[in-house]
């Protein structure tokens, strides 16, 4: 079992940037590819960035590729999003998810993911 809370979230000016944190707990967090999805207002929840299980590998929605950065440590089990030059349609709430022991970089189907936290709102003024 893995529990997922994130943290960070905020209210930011257009071109700012802020900082996401996911920890995580439990003995599994090692052996999960960790994602970041969001959800905007009316809309599905959508993937943003994904790390697979050492952190070698990333993967991103082209919407955020330039501009977010996904990493995480293992010795502190939380994965992280780093978010610049952010804009009004980054708006939305947050989640962090867990895909347990998935090789390689988790994709972008949600269906997939066995954990998620609770969310946190990112709002970007323009």
């Known amino acids: 079992q893995v529990q997922l809370v994130e943290s960070g979230g905020g209210l930011v000016q257009a071109g700012g940037s802020l900082r996401l944190s996911c920890a995580a707990s439990g003995r599994a967090f090692g052996n999960c590819a960790m994602a970041w999805f969001r959800q905007a207002p009316g809309k599905e929840r959508v993937f943003v960035a994904g790390i697979s299980r050492g952190g070698g590998s990333t993967y991103y929605a082209d919407s955020v590729k330039g501009r977010f950065t996904i990493s995480r440590d293992n010795a502190k089990n939380t994965v992280y999003l780093q978010m610049n030059s952010l804009k009004p349609e980054d708006t939305a709430v947050y989640y962090c998810?867990?895909?347990?022991?998935?090789?390689?970089?988790?994709?972008?189907?949600?269906?997939?993911?066995?954990?998620w936290g609770q969310g946190t709102q990112i709002t970007v003024s323009s």
């Open positions: 998810a867990a895909d347990r022991g998935r090789v390689g970089v988790p994709g972008d189907d949600s269906s997939v993911y066995d954990y």
